[in-house]
């Protein structure tokens, strides 16, 4: 590829500005990654909706950039020796935008990962595992009347939240210094009064969690970067 608008997706989100990044997602827990980060690194972009409706993540203009068909995804037309990168998962895209930019990664070879274990742990827990409660809760899921599925994922959440718990006690943020650790993982949290399921996880017996929770949505670039690109309705 050598720039954003010979690339499908232009066809349908096209770019003002072909120069710089290029963002495709909505505010869900895993599209807002993205778009914090971003503002937390200060890194010019442009910030399209994408619904997450089958004519949009199923078109085939999306699917050229994603074929997993999910968001977000972006466009960097200024990547490694000057070539366009297109990335999409969120976690890989955190990764990308902390070693381009240098920042929220730790400043040691062993603060990079850990901060980037802790992304997988988001990434292969966190996120999973309360999308599935929310799911079971609140969503087509709760029709179900066996109790065993939702049972399932409230007990790992409750115990995804223990572990969090327990690294946060004496820490503002989950590796000690902010980092992409926690753009990964407090969006996540802050889902769960959206899907109705604080009380099902016992968010009153979190402290450190729900502190800290307080102190990420305080942060300027949370604040807009949470909202970015606005829903339809917005």
């Known amino acids: ?3 954003i608008t010979d690339h499908p997706i232009n066809r349908r989100w096209a770019a003002a500005d072909a120069s710089i990044l290029q963002l495709y997602s909505f505010p869900t827990p895993n599209g807002v990654k993205v778009s ?27 699917l050229a950039l994603n074929p997993n068909n999910k968001i977000p995804a972006i466009i960097d037309p200024n990547g490694p020796d000057g070539e366009t990168v297109s990335l999409f998962e969120s976690g890989a895209i955190l990764i990308y935008l ?26 292969g827990g966190v996120g999973p595992m309360l999308g599935q409660l929310g799911y079971f809760t609140k969503f087509a899921g709760s029709e179900i009347e066996d109790p065993r599925p939702r049972e399932r994922y409230q007990n790992e959440a409750k115990r995804l939240l223990a572990v969090l718990e327990k690294q946060l006690e004496g820490r503002d943020w989950i590796t000690g210094s902010y980092s ?36 990420f949505l305080a942060r300027p670039a949370v604040q807009k970067g949470i909202n970015t690109p606005p829903r339809p309705e917005a």
């Open 1 to 3: 590829m050598t720039s």
């Open 36 to 62: 914090i980060m971003l503002e937390e690194i200060g890194l010019p972009y442009e910030a399209h909706l994408v619904t997450l409706s089958d004519a949009d993540v199923r078109s085939p203009e999306f």
């Open 98 to 123: 902390a070693e381009k930019s240098g920042k929220l990664i730790g400043a040691t070879p062993a603060e990079k990962y850990e901060a980037i274990q802790w992304v997988m742990f988001q990434m």
């Open 180 to 215: 992409i650790a926690d753009i990964a993982i407090a969006p996540w949290l802050n889902a769960l009064e959206y899907y109705q399921t604080k009380e099902l996880v016992g968010w009153g017996d979190l402290p450190n969690v729900n502190a800290y929770l307080e102190r």
